[in-house]
C-alpha cells in the first residue's frame, strides 16, 4: 500500500522550460513534505521542503505547491537546466510520531535536454 | 566529517552468508535511519536509533537483519544468511536534533549472488 505516489516514472523537458513534477499522498497524518534529488551513483540530496501549515514554498528557481484537500503537491523547476537531470523523490512524514522517519514516493526520472 | 560516509560502497557476497554495512554520521547528529533502496523504487525504510537506541525497529523485514550503535555514533547494519532478495542499496542518513531533514550517505550497494 503506497502512501506516497509519484505516477510519472519519467519527464522529459526542454532546457529553459518549467519542469512539473508531481506527488499523491494517502496518509492524513503526513503534515511535513520533503523533495530530494538524487544522481546516478550518490546518496538523496534534500532540495526543498514544505509544512503543511503552508500552500507554497520557493527557493530560487524551485517552488513546492501543497494542496491538502486533494493531498497531491508538485515541484515546479523553472527554468530548467540539464544539471537538474535527476530522479526526483517525494517523501512525507507526521511530526506527530516524533520520528520524522520519511515516507518515500518510487521517484520521478526528469531528463532535461539542451 | 562533512557528510554521512558508508562502507563499502560496494559489497558482493554469496547467498548464506553474513554481511555488515557501516554508517559514520553527521557529527553531532542524534538521529539516525537506514533505509533500503531496491531497483526502481523509493527508500524503504528499516530502522531509527535516537543515540544508541533503536526507537523504530518496525521497517526491518525478518529478523535476519540486526542493526546497532553502541555509543550513540557509528551504527553497523548486519544480515545473516543473506538471501537474493537483499540484494539493493542500503543508506544511511543522520538528522540533527528539532531538525527535519534527513541528510543521506552514498549507499552501500549490496549484491547477493
Known amino acids: 500500500d503506497q502512501q506516497v505516489k509519484q505516477n510519472s516514472p519519467s519527464l522529459s523537458v526542454q532546457e529553459g522550460r518549467i519542469s512539473i513534477l508531481n506527488c499523491d499522498y494517502t496518509?492524513?497524518?503526513?503534515?511535513?513534505f520533503l523533495w530530494y534529488k538524487k544522481y546516478p551513483a550518490e546518496g538523496p540530496t534534500f532540495l526543498i521542503s514544505?509544512?503543511?501549515?503552508?500552500d507554497k514554498n520557493e527557493d530560487g528557481r524551485f517552488t513546492v505547491f501543497l494542496n491538502k484537500s486533494a493531498k497531491h503537491l508538485s515541484l515546479h523547476i523553472v527554468p530548467s537546466q540539464p544539471g537538474d537531470s535527476a530522479v526526483y523523490f517525494c517523501?512525507?512524514?507526521?511530526?506527530?510520531?516524533?520520528?520524522?522517519?520519511?515516507?518515500f514516493g518510487k521517484g520521478t526520472k526528469l531528463s532535461v535536454i539542451p | 566529517g562533512a557528510g554521512v560516509s558508508q562502507t563499502p560502497s560496494n559489497k558482493v557476497t554469496e547467498k548464506g552468508k553474513y554481511v555488515e554495512l557501516r554508517c559514520d554520521p553527521i557529527?553531532?547528529?542524534?538521529?539516525l535511519y537506514w533505509y533500503r533502496q531496491s531497483l526502481g523504487q523509493g527508500p524503504e525504510f528499516l530502522i531509527y536509533?535516537?543515540?544508541?537506541?533503536?526507537?523504530?525497529d518496525s521497517g526491518l523485514p525478518n529478523d535476519r537483519f540486526f542493526a546497532v550503535r553502541p555509543e550513540g555514533s557509528v551504527s553497523t547494519l548486519k544480515i545473516q544468511r543473506t538471501e537474493r532478495g537483499d540484494s539493493a542499496v542500503y543508506l544511511c542518513?543522520?538528522?540533527?536534533?528539532?531538525?527535519?531533514?534527513?541528510?543521506f550517505g552514498a549507499g552501500s550497494r549490496l549484491t547477493v549472488l
Open positions: 517523501a512525507a512524514s507526521a511530526s506527530g510520531a516524533g520520528s520524522y522517519q520519511l515516507t
Open positions: 542518513a543522520s538528522r540533527e536534533s528539532g531538525a527535519n531533514v534527513l541528510t
Open positions: 514544505i509544512s503543511s501549515i503552508k
Open positions: 536509533f535516537q543515540g544508541t537506541g533503536a526507537a523504530d
Open positions: 557529527s553531532g547528529h542524534t538521529a
Open positions: 496518509n492524513s497524518m503526513f503534515d511535513y
